[in-house]
């Protein structure tokens, strides 16, 4: 009699090599049906955004065509996991599911439940690590407590030595007989039409497991030697831009650690796996804190004065601020789905400090406009720029968006790619063009109020409220 099939349930590992749950299916020799869910309603999970839906349409495409190669055809099901999963072992005769392990609170939840149902149907149900370099749970104080704090943390998961190897490819995977019926990618319609705002992602982006193994080895035998010193500067290409492929698993940590651990090790890529580590950290402070996506670490940040105000939210979406700095970033994120970690720091601090909107807007719209969208780093990172994270900079440190952009973007080379209309504003003025004289404006074909906003508010008076409202809640604490 035939060995019933085993399902492998694709989720953000979306890859062939280092993929523990897929390698040990294999192993046991037993035909395999590999399977991603669309499970956008299981209770308790965060339904993806626009920009991740479009990443997930190129990443499963490509996956799709990788399992066929190897043998296995995918299998795509729309809805709440537990119930599809019942559907397609009643459909299949399979007896076994493996995956490998997600991190956010919904998802273990909704996991948890599953494993329970499949066990007590007699069924059995395992799961992996294929995300992270350390479980969570691995990496604690000597006391046997979570970190709070990254740099402790840092060292900590250095002392653990190397970590474990990454898996190799399958050579093959056994299919089921029949496979069982699966949707068409193509009418998820994960990617937009009528608008499609992201007509200009695929000029930025090659989704999938060969896209992120060239982007990888490219920056390995390229940019990572100027990492450390060039990593600051929007305008230069100086960063890995693996986050989304991260993020969906079209690639593993593990496997960005053991290949940037066969070059010459340099300052640069040390800080940048030391950057691999915040990854982790930011995974590490949900598990123990899932309530962070919603919820401020530092408690007294619940009593802070949240102002309301939906045209500077939609100026500052939008890249109409007058900032030039924060303006370029907006509009990138727009175009691109991405944005520079230095002028995420500083659109995230403008429109939690000058503008007194809480980070949850900010969040959110992250969320939505981002390709990496991530609810462990960006609620992490949300909550390091506000000032009430965990290992928080502090709130009164207020990022000031012209000498940022004095400092990071010195002549002007990002600001001028995505705010065109002031690219002839010498650089002197290029970040702070209501400071130039009338007819360096002319010459320029800048009007402000008309072809370019002015300020939507004076840096230094929204400084002095950002630090009275801390002020107010200092005294509330
Ligand atoms: C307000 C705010 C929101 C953010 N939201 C997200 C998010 O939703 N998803 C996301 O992946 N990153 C987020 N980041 C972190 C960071 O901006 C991106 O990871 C980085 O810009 C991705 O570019 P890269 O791949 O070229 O990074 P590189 O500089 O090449 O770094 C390598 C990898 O390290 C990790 N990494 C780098 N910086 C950070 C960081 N500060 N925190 C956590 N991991 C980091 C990423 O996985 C990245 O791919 C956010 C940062 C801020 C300030």
Redesign the pocket.
């Known amino acids: 009699m035939a060995s019933a099939p085993i399902i492998v349930w694709f989720r953000q590992d979306l890859r062939m090599t280092d993929n523990p749950a897929l390698c040990a299916a294999v192993a046991t020799g037993r035909p395999v049906i590999p399977l991603y869910i669309l499970d956008q309603s299981s209770d308790g999970l965060r339904p993806m955004g626009g920009a991740s839906l479009w990443w997930l349409h190129g990443s499963l495409e490509s996956m799709g065509h990788h399992l066929q190669n190897l043998g296995a055809p995918l299998t795509l099901k729309k809805g709440a996991a537990k119930e599809v999963l019942g559907q397609l072992i009643a459909e299949t005769g399979a007896d076994t599911v493996y995956w490998n392990r997600c991190y956010e609170p919904g998802a273990i939840a909704r996991d948890k439940a599953i494993k329970n149902t499949l066990q007590n149907d007699g069924l059995y149900a395992k799961s992996f690590n294929g995300s992270l370099l350390y479980e969570p749970w691995e990496i604690r104080t000597k006391q046997d407590k979570p970190y709070r704090m990254f740099t402790p943390f840092y060292r900590m998961v250095l002392s653990q030595g190397t970590p474990i190897q990454p898996l190799p490819k399958p050579k093959q995977i056994i299919p089921c007989d029949v496979p069982p019926k699966s949707d068409y990618l193509d009418d998820w319609s994960l990617q937009p039409t009528r608008p499609n705002w992201a007509a200009s992602f695929p000029e930025f982006w090659s989704r999938g497991e060969l896209g992120a193994q060239t982007l990888l080895s490219d920056f390995l035998n390229g940019g990572v030697a100027a990492y450390k010193t060039e990593?600051d500067f929007p305008g230069v290409a100086a960063?890995?831009?693996?986050?989304p492929h991260?993020?969906f698993g079209d690639i593993s940590p593990r496997q960005i650690w053991a290949s940037a651990s066969t070059i010459e090790p340099t300052a640069g890529s040390e800080t940048?796996l030391k950057?691999?580590v915040?990854?982790e950290f930011?995974y590490h402070l949900l598990y123990y804190n899932p309530a962070m996506t919603t919820a401020p670490l530092q408690t007294k940040f619940n009593a802070f004065p949240w102002a309301k105000n939906d045209s500077h939210l939609v100026a500052w979406k939008t890249g109409q601020t007058g900032y030039p700095m924060i303006d370029a970033g907006m509009r990138e994120l727009w175009a691109t789905g991405?944005m520079?970690?230095r002028v995420?720091?500083v659109v995230?601090s403008f429109l939690v400090k000058h503008l007194l909107i809480h980070w949850r807007e900010g969040e959110a719209w992250?969320w939505d406009a981002?390709v990496?969208?991530?609810l462990a780093?960006?609620s992490?990172?949300?909550q390091w720029?506000s000032g009430c994270g965990a290992d928080a900079a502090p709130y009164f440190r207020i990022f000031n968006p012209i000498t940022q952009g004095e400092r990071f973007d010195a002549d002007g080379t990002y600001v001028r790619r995505w705010v065109p209309e002031i690219a002839g504003v010498s650089n002197q003025y290029i970040h702070k063009p209501w400071d130039a004289p009338k007819a360096t404006l002319l010459e320029a074909g800048v009007s402000l109020g008309d072809t370019y906003p002015r300020p939507i508010v004076d840096h230094k008076v929204a400084r002095k409220k950002a630090l009275a409202a801390l002020a107010s809640i200092k005294q509330a604490d």
């Open positions: 990593r960063t890995s831009r693996l986050s991260l993020h940048f950057e691999v915040w990854r930011g991405t520079h970690n995420r720091m995230a992250f981002l990496d969208a991530d780093s960006n992490a990172n949300w720029v």
